[in-house]
T-cell receptor
């Protein structure tokens, strides 16, 4: 799997937007960019994924750089329940492909 | 939809006993299931990949005779930790990929194993 680089931790105030960066300079042309998050004492949950275009869903938005070497997960209005570890992962388009987790970014939300 | 359950959610056992953890896909058929373990403050570490009806593929450094994986049906995979020791205490998480063509993985809630 191509490697991703994320900050170890970030802080944000409640009800403010959060931008979580991810660098993936060795991404291949067919790799999708996936984001998962893990709340304390729970299994990871899928957040969003994209290939080239920016993506929006009910949880978040994903902004992908034009050269695809970086991306940003955007939480538009953070709540305390968004405090979690966020993982940026590159995946080949094969549904059997395993996920190798990096260290992720631990997001702290300040009330 | 796309719910994965694990049972039990928490288990405490004595050293030397074996523990079985179940992973079920509740509303879809999972052709492939994955097992991870996670130590406190660390990331998830992939242990093995299991496909229904075939032997599991273990990651380097994971003892196949200690961590027995069975994927007997499209909705159930089990992980048995044999002769558990305190160093096996960890958070075990499974995930499943369905047959819908999406490559999204759905994760279970995890099982906290404590070996005394």
């Amino acid at each position: 799997d191509a490697k991703t680089t994320q900050p170890n931790s970030m802080e944000s105030n409640e009800e403010e937007p959060v931008h979580l960066p991810c660098n993936h300079s060795t991404i291949s042309g067919t790799d999708y960019i996936h984001w998962y998050r893990q709340l304390p004492s729970q299994g990871p949950e899928y957040v969003i994924h994209g290939l080239t275009s920016n993506v929006n869903n009910r949880m978040a938005s994903l902004a992908i750089a034009e050269d695809r070497k970086s991306s940003t997960l955007i939480l538009h209005r953070a709540t305390l329940r968004d405090a979690a570890v966020y993982y940026c992962i590159l995946r080949a388009p094969n549904r059997d492909d395993k996920i190798i987790f990096g260290k992720g970014t631990r997001l702290h939300i300040l009330p | 939809g796309a719910v994965v359950s694990q049972h039990p959610s928490r288990v405490i056992c004595k050293s030397g006993t074996s523990v079985k953890i179940e992973c079920r896909s509740l509303d879809f058929q999972a052709t492939t299931m994955f097992w991870y373990r996670q130590f406190p403050k660390q990331s998830l570490m992939l242990m093995a990949t299991s496909n229904e009806g075939s032997k599991a593929t273990y990651e380097q450094g994971v003892e196949k005779d200690k961590f027995l994986i069975n994927h007997a049906s499209l909705t159930l995979s089990t992980l048995t930790v044999t002769s558990a020791h305190p160093e096996d205490s960890s958070f075990y998480i499974c995930s499943a990929t369905g047959v819908t063509g999406t490559d999204t993985q759905y994760f279970g809630p995890g099982t906290r194993l404590t070996v005394l």
